[in-house]
């Protein structure tokens, strides 16, 4: 960071450059009396100068281009002359130093950068700071060494870093963040709310990040006070609190048989149980334990072979328990168990290849980190999130003992929404595969588990990049029908529902987008979707429903008169007559307008199973918009039909039309004229109540927004 007289020297040099600017300007203007003046000041700063302009900064805000002429004006002395030159040339050279100096400060930077990603903080700030040998107001050095120094500790230095940076750029978001950080780590937490805060003054968009970092300060604030009231408890000579320091202390001795640390844990999950000694394990060497005791670390590696030790399996499975104590419901020690180094990894390792009693207390614990939300949230950043998501589902498949807590987890860590864009894009190379298997494979899932994993991977579908990639794909589709197909054959079984809900609901979610591979296998599944409709439950009726609304439209001709004759329009209509669900009749009225546009067949069942079109006239007088402007359509084309027009005079149709083109909704306004024009044009009749209402100049309005 500069020094103070570095700041003075920075902030002298910009006033004489203000001043040397204010000579330029007044020589190269026209008044004779501003040219003069302008001739003195440059006399006064020859004599302060000694004929030059010096200083140790490559910064200069010098402009060399004005926007007068740049010729030296002829009646200038030869002295004054050569200074001005002197000016210009030197602003010139100032500035290709400091282009050429900011691309090696790029560089420094940039190796600064990889040294912090590989946990070298010490060496990053060398980098950071041989770029500022070459650059000096470069601001992301400052902001980045800032960060760099906070890693270490070392925050009077992050604070000097911070200060710089604002002066150089005082809108540096960054900068406020590392301020308030170094802050929380020196205990100041009101004065990081305030660093905090300050964003907003600037950036208002920021509030989300601020809330967040607002929250962590105050979480640390929470840690601070729980610790010193900890040590307090155990300097008043408390029992309980010197036994759990007194255990931490022979845990943390080396060269002891394995026997001795797995009785010593087990004596010390009994003793974590509040928020005093759970406090006091992180503060005296508990999570050391993971890292420097060779007995514990030990047993986790030899754990993974086949046939290892019985006291090797406790002694894990006594660590795993134990830290289902220590860190429930206490969010600093969720932190610190899940940054442990190399724990995560740890952890998967375990949950894929350790004996199975030593799997199922690792996903406890998983499952106690994934209901806590700073848990939670730690997890998604520190693990291998493919590694975890890929883990769990093998879980679920492969055991019986633990796999619903598994499911659980899966979708507590779908409610973080940084979650799905660690994998996001490579979902097709290894979560899909594994999802498809697990879907090829659900009778052999536990009861009830299967369900919960369709959930997920329906959370997971909300993301377009995964959605696209599951309608991509060809594996996704026929394993989803093969689902369909077992469950739908006992869909009054409860468990069938259990499973069919969520996965149609996925289905629609992954119908949402287009591929080569859903056209080629929409008559497949409508085919087996529309048997559903036949079943007693709403629910279902209702998705299945829902999914033929999203893969209809990828019909060909042929493909839809097979539907037809499968009687789907009569389906549709005793839908529409039972059903009390909006969404429900959202999807069965978008499906039966994609019929009875394509097919004349649609049309007659529609005419024949609803009488004078009774339910689709009583839902265009509803308030849904949705419907509205679907069934207002619908109507147009089933009046093709010989019967239909004549059958809706002495109705109120014309006039519900009439009165539906009197909104906002363009789409409303076009269906609404279209289908009253066809209706006004196939009877007489019509065509009169359309002009005794006045509908004629209404029509004539809605006709621009006819396509």
């Not at 940039?110 to 770029?131: D, L, R, S």
């Not at 290892?308 to 499975?317: G, H, N, Q, R, W």
Request: overall charge neutral; some cysteine; glycine content about 6%.
């Amino acid at each position: 960071m500069a020094s103070g007289d570095d700041k003075l020297d920075l902030n002298d040099f910009l006033q004489r450059v203000d001043e040397i600017e204010s000579v330029v300007k007044g020589f190269n203007s026209g008044d004779e009396t501003k040219q003069q003046e302008s001739l003195d000041k440059a006399n006064k700063l020859l004599k302060e100068t000694g004929g030059q302009e010096k200083t140790k900064h490559d910064r200069t805000l010098i402009n060399t281009t004005s926007s007068h002429s740049s010729k030296i004006p002829d009646n200038i002395p030869e002295d004054q002359a050569g200074f001005l030159r002197s000016l210009e040339a030197d602003a010139a050279d100032r500035a290709r130093k400091r282009k050429e100096g900011g691309k090696v400060a790029m560089v420094w930077k940039e190796k600064g950068n990889e040294e912090f990603k590989a946990g070298n903080y010490q060496k990053a700030i060398e980098h950071y700071t041989e770029g500022m040998n070459h650059l000096k107001d470069m601001v992301v050095l400052y902001t980045n060494r800032a960060q760099a120094y906070n890693r270490l500790g070392d925050y009077d230095n992050a604070l000097k870093d911070c200060e710089a940076a604002m002066f150089l750029g005082p809108k540096t978001v960054k900068a406020y963040i590392h301020q308030g950080k170094a802050y929380v780590g020196q205990g100041k937490y009101e004065e990081a709310i305030k660093s905090y805060e300050e964003i907003l003054t600037f950036d208002p968009k920021q509030r989300k990040i601020v809330n967040e970092y607002i929250s962590n300060a105050n979480q640390a604030r929470v840690a601070a006070q729980a610790e010193s009231h900890a040590a307090q408890v155990f300097q008043s000579g408390d029992v309980q609190a010197s036994s759990v320091v007194q255990v931490l202390d022979k845990l943390n001795t080396g060269d002891q048989p394995v026997i001795y640390y797995d009785g010593g844990m087990k004596i010390l999950g009994t003793m974590i149980k509040d928020d005093t000694s759970r406090t006091l394990f992180r503060t005296h060497g508990g999570f050391k334990l993971f890292t420097d005791n060779a007995a514990i670390t030990g047993c986790f590696k030899r754990v993974l072979i086949p046939g290892c030790a019985e006291d090797t399996i406790d002694l894990v499975c006594a660590c795993l328990e134990t830290l289902q104590n220590v860190i429930r419901d206490n969010d600093e020690n969720n932190k610190c168990m899940v940054r442990i180094h190399g724990f995560p990894d740890a952890l998967l390792t375990v949950l894929g290849n350790a004996p199975a009693t030593v799997q199922t207390r690792c996903i406890r614990l998983m499952l106690l980190i994934s209901q806590n939300a700073v848990g939670r949230a730690a997890m998604v950043s520190q693990f291998d999130n493919i590694r975890l998501l890929v883990g769990l589902m093998t879980f679920v498949q492969n055991s019986k003992t633990g796999a619903e807590d598994a499911a659980k987890i899966l979708n507590n860590l779908a409610l973080e929404k940084k979650f799905v864009g660690h994998f996001s894009s490579r979902v097709s190379e290894e979560v899909l595969p594994a999802f498809e298997n697990l879907m090829h494979n659900c009778d052999k899932v536990q009861s009830g588990v299967f369900p919960s994993c369709l959930s997920f991977m329906g959370n997971m579908a909300h993301d377009v990049t995964i959605r696209r990639e599951m309608c991509n794909r060809h594996e996704f589709w026929d394993a989803s029908l093969s689902v369909m197909t077992r469950y739908s054959d006992n869909v009054t079984q409860p468990y069938s529902h259990e499973v069919l809900h969520p996965l149609l609901g996925l289905l629609i979610n992954v119908a949402l987008e287009t591929s080569d591979t859903l056209k080629s296998l929409a008559p497949e599944i409508c085919k087996k979707t529309i048997t559903l409709l036949q079943c007693q439950d709403d629910e279902i009726k209702g998705r299945a429903t829902g999914l033929l609304s999203r893969v209809l439209p990828h019909l060909s001709e042929d493909a839809m008169t097979d539907l037809c004759d499968r009687h789907l329009p009569k389906d549709l209509i005793e839908i529409l007559q039972s059903t009390t669900d909006d969404t429900t009749k959202r999807y069965a009225t978008k499906t039966l307008t994609v019929l009875t546009q394509s097919k004349e067949d649609a049309r007659r069942e529609v005419f024949q199973t609803d009488k004078e079109l009774r339910t689709l006239c009583s839902l265009l007088s509803g308030s849904d918009d949705v419907i509205i402007a679907n069934i207002a359509l619908c109507i147009g084309y089933c009046s093709q039909v010989p019967g239909v027009s004549s059958s809706l005079v002495g109705s109120r149709i014309i006039r519900t039309l009439l009165a539906k083109t009197d909104t906002t909704n363009s789409t409303i306004k076009q269906n609404c004229a279209i289908t009253l024009a066809k209706l006004a044009s196939s009877d007489p009749r019509h065509l009169k109540e359309v002009q005794e209402l006045g509908g004629i100049g209404i029509l004539n309005s809605c006709m621009k927004h006819v396509k």
